[in-house]
């Protein structure tokens, strides 16, 4: 595919490669410790000494990206992160032809593991096998079955994994699962847990999953009826969400219903028809929705689509944004297109350019003004300087930062020229 990640052809100025490299240590210092002393947001509190150090040094920043598409007019990609977690723990399946029986279907899924990556691993493999094992999903589409199919998959999975945990000495993990699954007619959106999915339509997020918190009212009514508490938001004081596959230890009451333990693996699935207004869906862990909200993403992602046509950069955008924003999770996202989602414009281009040699222009400055004082190059000087400057044209939901970083962080061999194809 086509990228225009950099709209001009201009090479980065090596004052700007050098600034990344003197200041490397301050930015790592400043994203470590900017949110963890006001305590972390993990899934799943444990003792350090059990399991290690949640968090390391510095983050790990290689990004594992994948994109591809449908006969029938789908496109998508997926890029991931570990960030700063010890350990990789999301997973994640993307079929956009779903099965040689339903090859005009689609089904993308994020699931965000915790305490382990076990459950994660295993339902990215097996979920979906899970849900057509019922037989609900066909061709001759009834949205009521196919909705009780996805709900009866999901709690097939979980008794399932319920049994190999206990024959298989299974970590101690559970995962979260947000997906779509998208057929001629309409959108299913399938959530157990705080991953989020939403739909771009016309311009505007039209619908989004809820998050599963200890503290929703529903939510917290069962946890309290199985025996349990919601202290400091968590089940128990432990566990963060009240809805995921796995965590078994919170499912051990064996006269109970499987919705009616403290942590319940049922997922909430509703289903709305599809329109030529459907531009994309975004299907995320909560890595990404600590740092950004629906619409400030909505509009990001949309503005990136009119100058950029190469989705796995656009993908790996919004994970530099989160990172930047303070995200301490491991981070995931898919991104998938319809037909009506924004195209590059040859004025969307122009603009760009012109953003971002303006940017150059004021950083080139403020460095300038450093180096005629013998001061130390500082990247958090420039970008606070920078965010309160009145610069036009920046990137909603992404502003300065957004674009900062990818001055600053794409190589020179990385770049474009002005046509918007890859060197």
């Not at 290690?52 to 890029?79: C, F, H, T, V």
């Amino acid at each position: 595919m086509r990228t225009a990640r950099r709209a001009s052809a201009m090479e980065v100025p090596s004052f700007l490669r050098q600034l990344v490299k003197e200041t490397e240590k301050m930015v790592t210092f400043f994203f470590k410790g900017g949110r963890r002393d006001s305590g972390a947001d993990d899934d799943y509190f444990e003792n350090e000494e059990d399991i290690g150090r949640p968090y390391l040094e510095r983050p790990i920043l290689e990004k594992d990206m994948a994109e591809g598409g449908s006969k029938w007019g789908i496109n998508y990609a997926m890029a991931s992160m570990q960030g700063w977690r010890a350990q990789m723990e999301d997973a994640h399946t993307c079929m956009p032809e779903m099965t040689d029986a339903l090859p005009d279907w689609s089904y993308f899924a994020v699931y965000d593991g915790h305490a382990g990556r076990t459950v994660a691993q295993y339902c990215s493999r097996h979920l979906l096998d899970f849900i057509l094992d019922t037989g609900c999903v066909k061709v001759d589409e009834d949205v009521e079955h196919v909705k009780e199919g996805i709900r009866d998959g999901f709690l097939g999975i979980d008794r399932h994994m319920h049994t190999l945990s206990r024959n298989e000495s299974w970590d101690h993990s559970g995962s979260t699962a947000t997906a779509v699954m998208i057929s001629p007619r309409n959108i299913y959106f399938i959530n157990c847990g705080d991953s989020r999915t939403f739909l771009c339509r016309d311009g505007h997020v039209v619908f989004y999953t809820e998050d599963h918190k200890p503290c929703n009212p529903r939510e917290k009514e069962r946890i309290q009826n199985a025996g349990g508490s919601v202290t400091l938001q968590r089940i128990n004081g432990s566990l963060a969400v009240s809805r995921a596959l796995g965590d078994f230890d919170f499912k051990e009451v064996e006269w109970r219903a499987q919705t009616e333990q403290l942590v319940s693996p049922e997922p909430e699935v509703y289903e709305l028809e599809r329109t030529p207004e459907d531009e994309f869906l975004v299907v995320a862990c909560d890595g990404v929705w600590d740092a950004i909200g629906n619409e400030e993403l909505c509009a990001f992602v949309r503005n990136r689509l009119q100058v950029c046509d190469d989705l796995r950069e656009i993908c790996a955008q919004v994970i530099d944004l989160c990172l930047y924003k303070g995200s301490l999770d491991n981070i995931s996202i898919i991104i998938i297109c319809f037909d009506g989602a924004p195209k590059v414009t040859p004025e969307a281009l122009q603009r760009e350019a012109e953003l971002e040699q303006l940017i150059e222009q004021k950083v080139e400055e403020i460095i300038q003004v450093i180096r005629s004082k013998d001061g130390v190059l500082d990247l958090l000087y420039v970008m606070k300087f920078l965010a309160s400057e009145n610069i036009p044209g920046l990137p909603p939901g992404g502003g300065i930062s957004c674009k900062i970083l990818a001055v600053l962080m794409t190589p020179p061999s990385g770049r474009c020229p002005e046509d918007g194809t890859k060197p």
